[in-house]
Each structure stands twice: as C-alpha cells, then as structure tokens.
C-alpha cells in the first residue's frame, strides 16, 4: 500500500519525500487539534465503579 502511495505522488523522489511529510505533519496536527479533544469529550470516565467495589465488598477475615 505505501508503495502505491509513493508512486502515486508526483516528482523525484525528494518531492515526494517533502509530500509525504506534508500530509503526515497535516495528520498528526489534524488529530491533535480536532479528533483526540473530541474523544475526550465522548469518552468521559463517569461511572467508575472500581473503588466503589472495593469500598462495598466484604473480604473474610482469617
């Protein structure tokens, strides 16, 4: 697949060693800055119930 992707981009091989670049820093600064701060937001740990059941179970005592 990234060998299809390198031939599909234009020039030598420097120029597409620049585009490639381009369109991974355009990724990461996308993900950044619009898609992780969204995730966030939709998952919200609310209902953490690991110390709650700590708190309420009862352990034998020996």
Do not use: C, N
């Amino acid at each position: 697949m990234y060998g299809a992707i390198w031939r599909a981009l234009p020039g030598p091989w420097f120029v597409k060693l620049l585009f490639a670049l381009i369109f991974i820093v355009t990724a990461i600064i996308v993900l950044v800055a619009w898609v992780f701060p969204w995730a966030d937001l939709m998952f919200l740990p609310q209902d953490v119930t690991v110390g709650a059941l700590a708190k309420t179970a009862v352990l034998p005592l020996s």
